[in-house]
Structure formats: structure tokens, C-alpha cells
């Protein structure tokens, strides 16, 4: 399994970012997908979780209503869209999977989203 994260940066509060993640090593229409994230000094949290085929996400309640998870079964790829940011969402976020085989979760290298003016 390999999970490779892309689209961090710098942006001001108020802006927007989109993380993509492309997936493979394993079928990816076949299992949920998450991004976690880790504020610096604290411990990692989930943001967002989508299902297999897409029809199901959750979030948390510091990012409804401002973020979004979406993927492409076709493209092995999932996303967050992150619209109204805020300093506090300054954070290494990471892509996030869970399969039946060892090491059963697997986690990209993550992606830095620093919120600053």
C-alpha cells in the first residue's frame, strides 16, 4: 500500500487549499479512506472519512460546513477541499487507510497546511 499526499502550503486565513491523495497497491474502490491531521504539539486527530464507493463521508466538528472529502474510484485518488481556514487548521494532515493485512493501517508521508497571514 502506498498513500502519497500533495497540495499543502502556506495560505491566510480565509483561503483555501485542496489535499489529493493517490492510492495503489491495493483496491482502492474496496475500502474507506481518511485524512487525519497533527497540530503542532498535539496529537493526531481524524478530520474527515469517506466510504468505499463514496455515498458516506463524516466529519469532525471543527471542519463542517469548511471541509469536504471526496474521491475518484477510477483515479485511486481521494481529497479534502478545505474553504475557510483557520489558523487552528494549521497542521501536517495525512491520508488514511485500514486493510485486513499487516500492517492493517497504512498512513502517506503527510502534507504540511500552514494558515498565517
Known amino acids: 500500500v502506498q498513500l502519497v499526499e500533495s497540495g499543502g502550503g502556506l495560505v491566510q486565513p480565509g483561503g483555501s487549499l485542496r489535499l489529493s491523495c493517490a492510492a495503489s497497491g491495493f483496491t482502492f474502490s474496496g475500502y474507506a479512506m481518511r485524512w487525519y491531521r497533527q497540530p503542532p504539539g498535539k496529537e493526531r486527530e481524524l478530520v474527515a472519512r469517506?466510504?468505499?464507493?463514496?455515498?458516506?463521508?463524516n466529519y469532525a466538528e471543527s471542519v463542517k460546513g469548511r471541509f469536504t472529502i471526496s474521491r475518484d474510484n477510477a483515479k485511486n485518488t481521494v481529497s479534502l477541499q478545505m474553504n475557510s481556514l483557520k489558523p487552528e487548521d494549521t497542521a501536517v494532515y495525512y491520508c488514511?487507510?485500514?486493510?485486513?493485512?499487516?500492517?492493517?493501517?497504512?498512513w502517506g508521508q503527510g502534507t504540511q497546511v500552514t494558515v498565517s497571514s
Open positions: 469517506i466510504s468505499s464507493a463514496g455515498g458516506s463521508t
Open positions: 488514511h487507510t485500514v486493510t485486513p493485512w499487516a500492517p492493517y493501517t497504512h
